[in-house]
């Protein structure tokens, strides 16, 4: 609504300006981020041309879901806005109310890709636990804990860089302190020791992980660029705008579509 000065003068609103301003010019469409791309996860995750593997497909698939939908969204929003039967209130509305829609589908396919990745995670987390557990009787453990712990640092590095499964279980399963390590010590050699005896599960889980990241990230800038196009402030169009939008939105009585 247009106000009169001091003088008498009808003064323009800034919504009204926004709207003169943008009247003729057609909105442009938003360009999806290109750390949506579907290289980014097939990169990331190692992927290859004949990628056989369900979970890391699933989870290929609900990633590239962002993109594909943020898409569909922008080319909604462009037929929208180029309505000039509507006001720019009702555009963002409109705009707000399809976008909060494209939030649970999107959600549940991620949430979905993310579950399953998690039970491979698990499963394969329970089978080197399985297979690295401690075959020995507790006193035959104790002893080579002992034997272990009256080594030279160096004569420790060496003799365990050569030990059996068995020899390694035994010293993994008690604390560091009884085979007179210190725990970071420990660490590097179980790495050692499960990067070695399980190499393929271990690259396997490293991609899940990889995989479930990506899943994350990607949701939340999906989520971030939905969120902008429901906050008209938020948008390329409007982002300095919402002073403006705030008065259209109040002059029309449309409440808070957040």
């Given at each position: 609504?247009?106000?009169?000065?001091?003088?008498?003068?009808?003064?323009?609103?800034?919504?009204?300006?926004?709207?003169?301003?943008?009247?003729?010019?057609?909105?442009?469409?938003?360009?999806?981020?290109?750390?949506?791309?579907?290289?980014?996860?097939?990169h990331h995750v190692k992927m290859v041309a004949d990628e056989s593997d369900p979970t890391i497909i699933a989870a290929k698939n609900a990633f590239n879901s962002y993109a594909s939908a943020l898409d569909q969204l922008y080319d909604r929003e462009v037929t929208i806005?180029?309505?000039?039967?509507?006001?720019?209130?009702?555009?963002?509305?409109?705009?707000?109310?399809?976008?909060?829609?494209?939030?649970?589908?999107?959600?549940?396919?991620?949430?979905?890709?993310?579950?399953?990745?998690?039970?491979?995670?698990?499963?394969?987390?329970?089978?080197?636990?399985?297979?690295?557990?401690?075959?020995?009787?507790?006193?035959?453990?104790?002893?080579?804990?002992?034997?272990?712990?009256?080594?030279?640092?160096?004569?420790?590095?060496?003799?365990?860089?050569?030990?059996?499964?068995?020899?390694?279980?035994?010293?993994?399963?008690?604390?560091?302190?009884?085979?007179?390590?210190?725990?970071?010590?420990?660490?590097?050699?179980?790495?050692?020791?499960?990067?070695?005896?399980?190499?393929?599960?271990?690259?396997?889980?490293?991609?899940?992980?990889?995989?479930?990241?990506?899943?994350?990230?990607?949701?939340?800038?999906?989520?971030?660029?939905?969120?902008?196009?429901?906050?008209?402030?938020?948008?390329?169009?409007?982002?300095?705008?919402?002073?403006?939008?705030?008065?259209?939105?109040?002059?029309?009585?449309?409440?808070?579509?957040?």
């Open positions: 609504m247009s106000t009169s000065d001091v003088s008498g003068k009808r003064s323009v609103s800034p919504a009204q300006a926004f709207a003169a301003n943008h009247a003729n010019q057609p909105f442009k469409k938003r360009k999806t981020p290109m750390s949506l791309d579907s290289r980014t996860f097939a806005r180029a309505d000039a039967t509507k006001t720019t209130a009702a555009h963002d509305l409109r705009v707000s109310q399809i976008a909060a829609q494209a939030l649970e589908p999107v959600g549940k396919r991620a949430q979905a890709a993310t579950d399953q990745l998690n039970n491979q995670i698990a499963q394969i987390d329970t089978q080197i636990e399985h297979d690295t557990k401690a075959r020995m009787t507790p006193a035959e453990q104790q002893e080579i804990r002992s034997f272990v712990k009256g080594l030279s640092d160096e004569q420790r590095r060496s003799f365990l860089s050569q030990a059996d499964d068995d020899t390694l279980s035994a010293v993994m399963s008690g604390k560091s302190y009884l085979s007179g390590m210190r725990p970071a010590e420990a660490q590097v050699i179980e790495h050692n020791w499960r990067q070695r005896k399980f190499p393929d599960l271990i690259n396997k889980r490293a991609r899940y992980e990889r995989a479930r990241d990506l899943i994350t990230t990607g949701f939340e800038q999906y989520m971030s660029n939905v969120h902008a196009m429901r906050d008209p402030g938020a948008s390329e169009m409007q982002q300095r705008m919402d002073a403006a939008d705030a008065a259209v939105k109040s002059a029309l009585n449309f409440g808070d579509d957040s």
